[in-house]
């Protein structure tokens, strides 16, 4: 807690969640949002390649429906 110029007791609170950082103020029973930072954005891996519906045999002309 601290005391503005004014004389008015003022609470400051910073959070971090996994959403982004905050500081609030408290001063007279009112709370404002000092500050609000977004957390950075974490890569996401290359979605995989989609596997084919059909396979082939040893045959280079032949291909038979996946089962599984």
């Known amino acids: ?36 930072t977004p957390a950075a954005a974490t890569p996401r891996p290359a979605p995989r390649p989609s596997q084919p519906a059909w396979s082939c045999s040893s045959s280079p002309t032949a291909a038979t429906p996946r089962t599984s």
Request: glycine share 12%; aromatic share 6%; no cysteine.
């Open 1 to 36: 807690m601290t005391t503005d110029g004014d004389g008015v007791d003022t609470y400051l609170r910073s959070f971090r969640s996994e959403g982004g950082d905050a500081v609030i103020r408290i001063r007279d029973a009112v709370v404002s949002l000092v500050t609000a």
